[in-house]
């Protein structure tokens, strides 16, 4: 495989070449990883796209709502990419339908690029491996990623520490609803959107709005929010209604983040932040070896039969391995 | 300090010598932890408490049944300890009530011991701490270890795993409430205790308790429980009803477990659990020695101003310290 012109394919913005290039940062083989690590330092640095996340339980109309306002954005001239970051179908085995047959109408807009979520095969990678699509997806030039998780608790912060603004899309509901909301989810929340207010859902769409932004006041004012935000829209992704203003609040948070230099404050933060994730999991790495595991399965059996205590064995095992 | 002495004062069952033992193996200090590896492996081995995991969110009165159950407990002759893990406490910087003063009858008991939460400054170290000073108690001879959580979610978890069965301790509440409990912990309990099962409130606590009932039947059996378990009792911790009922509830469900070959299973399967988390600490200790931090703020404002790639400054990082 040939990196340089893997590379130079992607900054040309050519749709195999970045479909190939994530084949490649999603692999865990060992040369894979060499590679994607070459391939990262090969890519154009500097382009920024406006990096959406994106959650919602399934049910409140993700799919559709990314199609109305992937085709919207697509419409203004704007190069929109859509990648998934779902841990929890290590356990379903993907995605039952693939992303694409979700999205027909954007799968077909030449202005678009829909990434299916991979097979999980090994969830602490997930992390990484979406960060670094999303890099490249920047470098083939989209104005604006989509980064889409179901909302289970843990990917959201994986995806909030992934993008610049965070969006929580909501299906109406009655006020007891409210609590569904994990208040985590809440507090990453830059924009909450009310999907459905279309046909007999509008008033409870409208009020479920009303009680969100009621919410969100009563909240700590994060020093990255300009006056009135966070806050709450209503959209009907099927009549596709709402989007543009939705778009503009994007928009609005956006602007004024990067005069108050907030945008690049939070993208060296999450720089960092994935730096010590990656320190991390290539510390964790030790156990992989051959070695390491027989030595781990060994004094693992010992400490279950209680021939040695948890705490000792432990230390044992790190000596043994020569970590000092 | 002698750890010989320590050692022996535990085995004897004194008071002192626990407390000590126990904030000695709280230190984080690395002298100290190396002693409190001494004291481990000093203590006699094979002494079996009962121990049981306890959660409740505040308001359930958590206390007051503690004090009751363990008040019933000390009347049958046995000895009781009571330790709390509360990784939460690290914001508020511990119980602003010490636990002696919330269980003052239950304090005052020859045959109890009850330690206060320590102040968390360190919240990994948390659990190990937990588990160590857990063996301490049952080194001591107590009969009964309670090992109380605040439910916060993590904490359970962590709980469990150190646990023989574990009890959720519920207030009454309309069948909405069942919803409060996460799906999670509720797949955690061995029972389910509704307290405050008197005056006003005790139609309602019958109902919560049919409520968890059905909901525990819709749940998928596991192969450590008897028929008819997980269950769901009442108590009064005020007025002391229902307290027996739940003490033979967790002997009937215990009995089986040991004849059963499950509470060996659950023990082997903890040491091996905590075996492993005291293995990845320790490789992560490799991150706090003064070069490795030197390095690791060098590169990270490296990666935070742009300047290196987050996967490529760790490999970078990983190559300085010398871990293939």
Chains 1, 2 share one sequence.
Not at 126 to 144: H, I, K, M, N, P
């Amino acid at each position: 495989m040939d990196i340089t012109d893997l590379a130079r394919g992607i900054a040309k913005g050519e749709r195999r070449a970045l479909a190939r290039g994530i084949t490649l940062v999603e692999s865990s083989r060992e040369d894979h990883r060499v590679l994607a690590a070459e391939l990262l330092a090969a890519i154009p640095q500097g382009r920024e796209a406006l990096r959406i996340g994106l959650s919602g339980t399934p049910g409140v109309g993700k799919s559709t709502f990314i199609e109305s306002f992937g085709m919207m954005l697509t419409g203004q001239g704007l190069r929109v990419a859509v990648l998934a970051v779902d841990p929890s179908s290590a356990r379903s085995g993907g995605s039952i339908l693939g992303d694409k047959t979700r999205m027909d109408r954007l799968a077909r807009d030449g202005n678009a690029f829909i990434r299916p979520s991979p097979s999980q095969t090994h969830l602490g990678g997930v992390a990484r491996r979406s960060r670094e699509a999303v890099a490249l997806c920047e470098a083939a030039g989209f104005d604006v990623v989509l980064i889409e998780t179901v909302g289970v608790g843990q990917s959201e912060t994986v995806v909030a520490q992934m993008s610049d603004v965070f969006l929580l899309l909501l299906a109406p509901g009655g006020g007891d609803e409210l609590q569904g909301v994990k208040r985590g989810i809440m507090e990453m929340a830059d924009l909450i959107v009310v999907n459905k207010a279309d046909g007999d859902l509008k008033p409870a769409a409208m009020r479920t709005r009303a009680d969100y932004a009621g919410a969100l006041r009563l909240m700590r004012k994060r020093p990255q929010d300009p006056e009135g935000y966070p806050c709450a829209t209503t959209v009907s992704a099927l009549e596709e209604n709402g989007l543009a203003e939705t778009w503009d609040a994007l928009c609005e948070l956006t602007q004024w983040r990067r005069e108050n230099g907030f945008w690049k404050q939070t993208r060296a933060d999450q720089a960092r932040y994935w730096f010590e994730d990656a320190v991390k999991n290539a510390l964790l790495a030790q156990l992989e070896t051959p070695h390491a595991r027989a030595a781990l399965a060994q004094l693992g059996k010992a400490v279950a039969r209680g021939d040695a205590e948890p705490s000792a064995a432990a230390r044992d095992f790190v000596q043994r391995l020569g970590i000092k």
